[in-house]
């Protein structure tokens, strides 16, 4: 796109943030020339260098995790305001030496499919990935605190997965991504802010760890009433949850308190109206074995292991009986078909 149209937007940027320094020029390992400065010995990437007269394609982008200035080495630490606002690019790989993606530093960028950002980063800023169409799947950092506003604003995410180290989900964070089906909330979460997941049409199942019902703001689930087949809440919460203004709007909110099927209450049967749909699902089965999981499916699934923090473990088909090796030994909730039906694994 043309950078022509951003220049005095990344200078309003630029003022609210540090003095600035002289940039320089840094060719990637993929030949990408990228635009650097450097204050008090780390390094920040203020943006791409032009690739045509008005555009900036960065191909599959590997961000390198040192540079050398006057004769030293030193870190990139820090992903400038509005560094790539509108450029191309593939992939971009972020190096575990950054520790700062400053307010729309990939904001709009065309081709972006995926994206991980690193444990090392600690803050995000907003609007950081705001309206970039292409990228359906996002790692975040285990070290964030919160997610801040339209930090990813109609993007395409198929699944979210907050981290336990987050408390704050800010407003309008994951507003019109129309193609999520799933959301996992971690344990750590105290405030979901405004419309944080407004418009999200075909969102089929969120699972909250919060033992506490977090703090949530008016419309955060707007949009999905009708189409969540099923909120799972930790043991001994679900009356909480219920009684909360937003999170009452659900009907189907169940319990995970351990049991075979997560999500339905004791002495409910199985496939009942309200709990995880399992429909036509009942040959399917998990258990442990030797220090594995092994899942027995009567014809090709798709399988999901997630740890009891919401990480995915491992993702497969299977047909028959498979083995899956995990991590260590734990609780363990396995995903057979999009969550059409689900077991908690006792790994010993």
Request: hydrophobic share 40%; glycine share 8%.
């Amino acid at each position: 796109m043309k950078k022509t149209l951003f220049f005095l937007a990344a200078a309003t940027f630029a003022a609210a943030g540090m003095a600035q320094a002289p940039t320089f020029e840094v060719t990637t390992q993929n030949g990408a020339v990228l635009l650097m400065s450097v204050v008090d010995g780390a390094a920040t990437v203020t943006g791409g260098k032009l690739t045509t007269g008005t555009e900036c394609n960065l191909g599959d982008l590997v961000i390198p995790a040192t540079v050398e200035h006057d004769g030293n080495t030193v870190p990139v630490t820090t992903i400038g305001a509005a560094a790539f606002n509108h450029d191309t690019m593939t992939s971009v790989v972020i190096p575990s030496s950054v520790t700062s993606i400053k307010m729309s530093a990939f904001r709009q960028v065309e081709g972006l499919q995926s994206v991980t950002i690193p444990n090392s980063v600690t803050e995000l800023g907003r609007m950081a990935f705001l309206q970039c169409a292409s990228l359906t799947s996002v790692t975040l950092s285990e070290a964030l605190t919160e997610i801040p506003m339209n930090a990813f604003y109609q993007c395409n995410l198929s699944s979210v997965t907050i981290p336990n180290s987050v408390t704050t989900i800010s407003d309008f964070a994951f507003d019109a991504n129309g193609n999520i089906t799933n959301i996992t909330i971690g344990s750590g979460v105290d405030s979901i802010g405004e419309q944080a997941f407004f418009d999200n049409s075909n969102l089929d199942m969120v699972t909250v760890l919060c033992t506490e019902v977090p703090r949530t703001g008016a419309r955060a689930f707007t949009g999905s009433e009708n189409t969540l087949t099923s909120v799972v809440v930790p043991c001994g919460t679900a009356d909480a949850y219920r009684a909360n203004e937003e999170w009452g709007k659900f009907a189907r909110i169940r319990e995970n308190c351990g049991g075979d099927n997560p999500g339905e209450e004791p002495g409910e049967e199985p496939g009942g109206n309200e709990g995880i749909a399992t429909t036509d699902m009942s040959a399917f089965n998990a258990y442990a074995a030797e220090g594995r999981i092994v899942v027995d499916c009567p014809v090709a699934t798709n399988v999901q292991v997630f740890a009891t923090d919401g990480r995915s473990v491992a993702t497969l088909t299977a047909n028959g009986k498979k083995a899956i090796e995990v991590p260590a030994a734990g609780v363990y909730i396995v995903s057979f078909d999009g969550r059409k039906a689900t077991k908690t694994v006792v790994v010993k």
